[in-house]
C-alpha cells in the first residue's frame, strides 16, 4: 500500500490550498481516512478523517469550518481544501489510512496501518 500526498506550498495568511493524497494498493471500501500534521518541534496532531465508504467526515476543532476533506472514489484519491490558512497551520501534512473504526479512535495516529511521506504547508503572515 503506497499513499503519495501533494499540493503542499507557500502560500499567505487568508488564502488556500488543496492537498491531494493518491492511494494504491488498497480498494479503500471498507477503510478509513486521515489527514495528520507536525509542525517543527511538536507533536503529529489530527486534522481530519473520512469514512471511504460513505464519505462521512470529522475534523479537529481548530480547523472546522476551514477546511474540508473529500474523496474521489473512482481516482482512490483524498483530498483536504484548506481555507483561511493561518500562520499556525504551517506543518508537513501527512495522509494515512486505517481499518473502520469509531470515530473516536481516528483522531489517534496508531489506528492507521499506512502513511504518506507528507507535504509541507507553510503560512505567511
Known amino acids: 500500500v503506497q499513499l503519495q500526498a501533494s499540493g503542499g506550498g507557500l502560500v499567505q495568511a487568508g488564502g488556500s490550498l488543496r492537498l491531494s493524497c493518491a492511494v494504491s494498493g488498497r480498494t479503500l471500501d471498507p477503510y478509513d481516512m486521515g489527514w495528520f500534521r507536525q509542525a517543527l518541534g511538536k507533536e503529529r496532531e489530527f486534522v481530519a478523517a473520512?469514512?471511504?465508504?460513505?464519505?462521512?467526515?470529522y475534523y479537529a476543532g481548530s480547523v472546522r469550518g476551514r477546511f474540508t476533506v473529500s474523496r474521489d472514489a473512482a481516482e482512490n484519491t483524498m483530498f483536504l481544501q484548506m481555507n483561511s490558512l493561518k500562520p499556525e497551520d504551517t506543518a508537513v501534512y501527512y495522509c494515512?489510512?486505517?481499518?473502520?473504526?469509531?470515530?473516536?479512535?481516528?483522531?489517534?495516529?496508531?489506528?492507521?496501518?499506512?502513511w504518506g511521506q507528507g507535504t509541507q504547508v507553510t503560512v505567511s503572515s
Open positions: 473520512l469514512r471511504w465508504s460513505v464519505a462521512s467526515t
Open positions: 494515512a489510512t486505517g481499518p473502520v473504526g469509531p470515530f473516536c479512535t481516528l483522531v489517534a495516529t496508531t489506528f492507521y496501518d499506512y
